[in-house]
């Protein structure tokens, strides 16, 4: 499917606020965004947020860590090279994530650099810096982003998601998809 | 694959466009401007800190850190401890693997729709120090006390801050404690009778031995470190006996391996005893001028002890008992490493006191090389300033003296009206179940997994569905967390300040922060003070301890003159470049033979050890009684430290199962062949794992190494129930546990 150039660009923003969501209130939010105006009731949402919990923040092993070096590694870990190799990205950009211990390539923080030079961008008059954010915008999904996501799809696909989960999987794969053409 | 090119020209282009201000209008943006000092990546730019390994291990390893833009690339052990010289274990060596483990505890969390549920929801730290804090107030409302509040903490990360936890639970009132230890206090008391206190020479000093006997310890994977020291002594010349019911790493290193029956080490050591009598071998100046007690003794080996006796109880052969002490005899000096495994049994004290007595006899007490080695605290002489807090005024608690709260309570008990409730950490499930007026309603675990090493788990499940709230500080989702409804994220060592010493070796160590907590992880000083903040909130004057802390002021204050004496340092920031060593005047214990004891000499007949409802004179013990065809042995594996590490994945490629090890008699008897699922059971219980045939263990015996695997529920505590060990409610609050006495039978699935 083709998405045109606002919708990926929203999607991509939505898509970070799920993924960065600490409660349900957050992830009910980001939902109408992902999957065509759906609105959760309560105990939807809060079943979704342990659900969340379960595929990608813990407290037990989750089954898909949303960083990008568990996948990228040879050895799974965090604060791997290419975690390292994301930051040196986003300082290449003037940007860095806030002070905490959550690591560079945390899916939100991928999806916030790609949404924030795909707005420049698409702004932008001038050919000559259009181009270079593109070319940024480009490393980060075709070498960086399709990397890592198909595999991290398919381990939260194997570990019984939810229709509705399903669904918001399903959009980040269109995203991916979309984010790769229109590049 | 490709680089992003940082072309300077063109990244400084980028950095304009999106810093300043044209990407402003990205709603709900979570990246930020960089710092501009924000420029690493320089290759050569590693950070080198210190750090103290906290497991409970002999070693507790001098860690050398390096850090890399911000990241933790690789660990060595300090090559300036003559101890750690540059090693670290296999544990050790994961480290890097183990903070940064994906499946590492991130958030604060609450387990809503009960217990086991697996319905997580994150917390931010305020919100689950308001739970927190309102329950425990609800408790103090309903009771009147705070004794429904229990504290349930060990050694799952040592460091003297770390003493904080139990500061905190003082700062809130008084409080019920599971104290004890299932590690070693059958041994503590027993060398507290005879020698007045646990005091081991340097383990460096093996190396002057001429006999080593490793009774009951198994180095070689529980404290790899001092190998060298019996490497070395075998060099020059010293023969190395081990004696074990299993034969093990270190036995296949020894010269001479004894399997003996297990809980039957007693007996051997006095048939040993009687024999030096025997043969007039016994040091006539140690027992005459140093010792009380030794004529009773000796009467006592004359009318009942034989070695034809002890080498019937024991299984080894009389010719190889005479044998052997004759030669540790001969040898001067000559020592025995008394380990932790051969203490623990129903007779566990009274078996290292016939121990003791044997190598007292034979005049290797005091003297550089020999000695009964068993542990020491001499240098945990810190402030435990984390530790020692007051009650809020007015507190109410347990109503009388306060005992011990365990061998590393140095904070030593106050004539105040109030006292926690001490209750005893080897039956926490029975305990949970008893405890009354007030009941217990709310356990709060630090440094510590109580299901994977709290004895009867099926017991320690009904026990926990008694509780109404249960609060888990953890790294990683063990099944106590599986059993909480609060889980807070800890820091590792590496992310936190501390100061760490050994009870074996004799040196000090830094543990500084080395990099920053991975995701919101908290030190336990910084838990208490959050939770300090959340109860002077809603009630100001609930919780004394400080609101607000830094961990290294914290780490400073634990240090004062006595360490700084005894370690020779000017300031704690000597540590910065390397461990240091105690200056000792002798590496013997006990050189000058000034004992600490009543008599103040060595006494084989001890009133204190007849007053405590013991024998006064170390006499034979007989161990438990079987209860099922098999003995049952779960000791420490070479991969794990309890629960810890073999849940990470680099340790599973060693390690990825456990088994159950089966003499291939008796897995014939039982129809059992190589790699057979098998049912180990008892009445309490029951575990389902894979067998494994092996001499190494006896016919009448089974081994099952304690450990906990992510994707297994195998845990042993299934079939390990919770029968005290003799000794050690002197010293240690509690009696020890007997977990090698244990009972099971095996069957093929
Ligand atoms: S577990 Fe023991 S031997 Fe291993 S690094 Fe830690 S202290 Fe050293």
Same mark, same amino acid.
């Given at each position: 499917?083709?998405?045109?150039?606002?919708?990926?660009?929203?999607?991509?923003?939505?898509?970070?606020? %799920?993924?960065?969501?600490?409660?349900?209130?957050?992830?009910?939010?980001?939902?109408?965004?992902?999957?065509?105006?759906?609105?959760?009731?309560?105990?939807?949402?809060?079943?979704? @947020?342990?659900?969340?919990?379960?595929?990608?923040?813990?407290?037990?092993?989750?089954?898909?860590?949303?960083?990008?070096?568990?996948?990228?590694?040879?050895?799974?870990?965090?604060?791997?090279?290419?975690?390292?190799?994301?930051?040196?990205?986003?300082?290449?950009?003037?940007?860095?994530?806030?002070?905490?211990g959550?690591?560079?390539?945390?899916?939100?923080?991928?999806?916030?650099?790609?949404? =924030?030079?795909?707005?420049?961008?698409?702004? @932008?008059?001038?050919?000559?810096? =259009?181009?270079?954010?593109?070319?940024?915008?480009?490393?980060?999904?075709?070498?960086?982003?399709? =990397?890592?996501?198909?595999? %991290?799809?398919?381990?939260?696909?194997?570990?019984?998601?939810?229709?509705?989960?399903?669904?918001?999987?399903?959009?980040? @794969?269109?995203?991916?998809?979309?984010?790769?053409?229109?590049? | 694959?490709?680089?992003?090119?940082?072309?300077?020209?063109?990244?400084?282009?980028?950095?304009?466009?999106?810093?300043?201000?044209?990407?402003? /209008?990205?709603?709900?943006?979570?990246?930020?401007?960089?710092?501009?000092?924000?420029?690493?990546?320089?290759?050569?730019?590693?950070q080198v800190f210190r750090n103290a390994c906290p497991r409970?291990?002999?070693?507790t390893c001098s860690i050398k850190s390096?850090v890399?833009?911000g990241?933790l690339?690789?660990v060595?052990?300090a090559?300036e401890s003559?101890?750690t010289?540059?090693?670290?274990?296999?544990?050790?060596?994961?480290?890097?693997?183990?903070i940064?483990?994906?499946?590492?505890?991130?958030?604060?969390? $609450?387990?809503?729709?009960?217990?086991?549920?697996?319905?997580?929801?994150?917390?931010?730290?305020?919100?689950?120090?308001?739970?927190?804090?309102?329950?425990?107030?609800?408790?103090?409302?309903?009771?009147?006390?705070?004794?429904?509040?229990?504290?349930?903490k060990?050694s799952g990360q040592f460091g003297i801050v770390n003493y904080g936890v139990e500061g905190m639970m003082s700062s809130?009132?008084?409080?019920?404690? !599971?104290?004890?230890?299932?590690?070693?206090?059958?041994? $503590?008391?027993?060398?507290?009778?005879?020698?007045?206190?646990?005091?081991?020479?340097?383990?460096?000093?093996?190396?002057?031995?001429?006999?080593?006997?490793?009774?009951?310890?198994?180095?070689?994977?529980?404290?790899?470190?001092?190998?060298?020291?019996?490497?070395?002594?075998?060099?020059?010349?010293?023969?190395?006996?081990?004696?074990?019911?299993?034969?093990?790493?270190?036995?296949?290193?020894?010269?001479?391996?004894?399997?003996?029956?297990?809980?039957?080490?007693?007996?051997?050591?006095?048939?040993?005893?009687?024999?030096?009598?025997?043969?007039?071998?016994?040091?006539?100046? !140690?027992?005459?001028?140093?010792?009380?007690?030794?004529?009773?003794?000796?009467?006592?080996?004359?009318?009942?002890?034989?070695?034809?006796?002890?080498?019937?109880?024991?299984? $080894?052969?009389?010719?190889?008992?005479?044998?052997?002490?004759?030669?540790? /005899?001969?040898?001067?000096?000559?020592?025995?490493?008394?380990?932790?495994?051969?203490?623990?049994?129903?007779?566990?004290?009274?078996?290292?006191?016939?121990?003791?007595?044997?190598?007292?006899?034979?005049?290797?007490?005091?003297?550089?090389?020999?000695?009964?080695?068993?542990?020491?605290l001499a240098t945990w002489g810190f402030n435990y300033h984390a530790m020692v807090q007051k009650?809020?005024?007015?507190?109410?608690?347990?109503?009388?003296?306060?005992?011990?709260?365990?061998?590393f309570d140095f904070a030593g008990?106050?004539?105040?009206?109030?006292?926690?409730?001490?209750?005893? $950490?080897?039956?926490?499930?029975?305990?949970?179940?008893?405890?009354?007026?007030?009941?217990?309603?709310?356990?709060?675990?630090s440094c510590?997994?109580?299901?994977?090493?709290?004895?009867?788990?099926?017991?320690?499940?009904?026990?926990?569905?008694?509780?109404?709230?249960?609060?888990?500080v953890?790294?990683?989702?063990?099944?106590?967390?599986?059993?909480?409804?609060?889980?807070?994220?800890a820091t590792t060592l590496f992310e936190e300040w501390n100061v760490n010493v050994s009870y074996?070796h004799y040196w000090l160590s830094l543990n500084e922060q080395a990099i920053k907590p991975?995701?919101?992880a908290k030190s336990n000083i910084e838990i208490a003070a959050a939770l300090s903040r959340?109860?002077?909130?809603?009630?100001?004057?609930?919780c004394t301890f400080a609101q607000e802390v830094d961990g290294k002021e914290w780490m400073v204050k634990e240090f004062n003159k006595g360490i700084y004496g005894l370690f020779g340092i000017e300031s704690w920031e000597d540590l910065r470049n390397g461990p240091a060593k105690a200056k000792?005047?002798?590496?013997?214990?006990?050189?000058?033979?000034?004992?600490?004891?009543?008599?103040?000499?060595?006494?084989?007949?001890?009133?204190?050890?007849?007053?405590?409802?013991?024998?006064?004179?170390?006499?034979?013990?007989?161990?438990?009684?079987?209860?099922?065809? !098999?003995?049952?042995?779960?000791?420490?594996?070479?991969?794990?430290?309890?629960?810890?590490?073999?849940?990470?994945?680099?340790?599973?490629?060693?390690?990825?199962?456990?088994?159950?090890?089966?003499?291939?008699?008796?897995?014939?008897?039982?129809?059992?062949?190589?790699?057979?699922?098998?049912?180990?059971?008892?009445?309490?219980?029951?575990?389902?794992?894979?067998?494994?045939?092996?001499?190494?263990?006896?016919?009448?015996?089974?081994?099952?190494?304690?450990?906990?695997?992510?994707?297994?529920?195998?845990?042993?505590?299934?079939?390990?129930?919770?029968?005290?060990?003799?000794?050690?409610?002197?010293?240690?609050?509690?009696?020890?546990?007997?977990?090698?006495?244990?009972?099971?039978?095996?069957?093929?699935?």
């Open positions: 499917m083709s998405l045109n150039a606002d919708h990926t660009l929203s999607l991509a923003m939505a898509l970070r606020d %799920f993924f960065s969501a600490g409660c349900a209130t957050e992830m009910a939010d980001a939902v109408p965004a992902l999957c065509a105006g759906r609105t959760l009731g309560e105990d939807e949402a809060r079943e979704l @947020e342990y659900e969340f919990n379960r595929l990608f923040v813990g407290p037990q092993a989750v089954p898909a860590p949303p960083f990008a070096s568990i996948y990228l590694e040879k050895e799974p870990q965090l604060m791997g090279r290419s975690t390292l190799e994301v930051r040196e990205f986003y300082l290449g950009l003037g940007l860095a994530v806030p002070e905490g959550v690591p560079d390539d945390f899916l939100p923080y991928e999806l916030d650099a790609w949404a =924030r030079l795909f707005m420049v961008e698409l702004g @932008e008059e001038s050919d000559e810096a =259009r181009q270079t954010l593109h070319e940024a915008r480009e490393w980060l999904v075709q070498e960086h982003m399709a =990397r890592w996501l198909p595999a %991290f799809l398919e381990r939260a696909a194997q570990s019984s998601p939810s229709p509705l989960m399903a669904d918001i999987l399903k959009t980040l @794969e269109n995203w991916l998809h979309a984010a790769k053409e229109n590049v | 694959m490709k680089r992003f090119d940082h072309d300077s020209g063109r990244r400084g282009f980028l950095k304009g466009l999106l810093s300043l201000g044209a990407a402003g /209008a990205l709603p709900g943006s979570l990246l930020v401007p960089a710092k501009s000092q924000a420029a690493p990546f320089d290759a050569s730019a590693y409970n291990c002999y070693d390096y890399k833009d990241v690339q690789f060595e052990g090559p003559t101890y010289k540059g090693s670290l274990c296999v544990k050790g060596y994961a480290y890097p693997r183990r940064y483990s994906p499946d590492r505890i991130k958030y604060p969390m $609450i387990q809503e729709g009960g217990r086991g549920s697996g319905k997580w929801r994150r917390l931010s730290w305020d919100e689950a120090m308001d739970i927190i804090a309102d329950k425990i107030l609800d408790i103090k409302k309903r009771d009147g006390s705070l004794l429904g509040l229990g504290l349930t060990y809130l009132g008084y409080t019920t404690r !599971f104290v004890g230890t299932p590690c070693w206090p059958a041994g $503590i008391d027993a060398q507290n009778y005879d020698l007045g206190d646990m005091w081991c020479n340097d383990p460096e000093d093996m190396v002057k031995s001429k006999y080593i006997i490793v009774w009951g310890a198994n180095p070689a994977w529980c404290s790899m470190h001092s190998m060298k020291y019996l490497y070395e002594a075998k060099r020059r010349g010293a023969k190395v006996l081990v004696i074990d019911p299993i034969f093990t790493q270190t036995a296949a290193k020894a010269d001479v391996f004894w399997q003996v029956r297990t809980g039957a080490d007693g007996a051997l050591a006095l048939g040993m005893a009687r024999h030096l009598l025997d043969m007039g071998l016994v040091d006539k100046d !140690f027992v005459e001028n140093h010792a009380v007690g030794f004529e009773e003794f000796a009467d006592y080996l004359r009318k009942n002890v034989t070695v034809e006796w002890a080498s019937e109880v024991s299984g $080894i052969p009389a010719s190889e008992i005479r044998e052997v002490t004759e030669e540790f /005899a001969a040898a001067k000096p000559a020592t025995v490493w008394i380990g932790y495994g051969m203490q623990r049994h129903t007779n566990g004290g009274a078996m290292v006191r016939s121990i003791d007595a044997f190598v007292a006899m034979s005049g290797n007490i005091g003297v550089e090389g020999g000695g009964a080695r068993y542990g020491h009650q809020p005024e007015g507190s109410v608690g347990f109503a009388g003296a306060s005992g011990p709260k365990g061998e008990g106050g004539s105040a009206k109030y006292s926690d409730r001490a209750v005893n $950490i080897n039956k926490t499930a029975q305990e949970i179940l008893d405890a009354r007026d007030p009941e217990l309603k709310m356990l709060w675990i510590k997994n109580p299901f994977a090493q709290d004895f009867d788990r099926n017991k320690l499940e009904r026990a926990f569905k008694k509780l109404e709230m249960v609060v888990s953890e790294q990683f989702f063990t099944e106590t967390v599986k059993h909480s409804d609060i889980v807070l994220p074996w991975m995701h919101e959340a109860m002077n909130r809603k009630e100001p004057g609930s000792l005047a002798s590496s013997a214990s006990w050189n000058e033979k000034k004992f600490r004891t009543p008599s103040g000499k060595y006494e084989f007949k001890s009133d204190l050890c007849a007053k405590n409802g013991f024998k006064a004179l170390p006499e034979y013990v007989e161990v438990r009684k079987a209860t099922a065809p !098999f003995r049952l042995l779960t000791p420490h594996v070479q991969y794990a430290l309890h629960s810890q590490f073999v849940n990470l994945d680099w340790m599973e490629a060693f390690y990825p199962e456990p088994y159950v090890f089966i003499h291939p008699d008796a897995a014939k008897a039982k129809g059992i062949g190589e790699l057979d699922m098998v049912r180990v059971f008892s009445s309490i219980g029951e575990v389902k794992v894979r067998a494994k045939l092996t001499k190494n263990v006896q016919k009448d015996c089974l081994v099952m190494y304690e450990a906990w695997f992510r994707k297994l529920d195998f845990n042993v505590q299934n079939v390990v129930d919770d029968c005290a060990a003799d000794m050690g409610a002197m010293k240690t609050g509690a009696p020890g546990v007997a977990i090698h006495d244990q009972f099971v039978d095996i069957e093929r699935i």
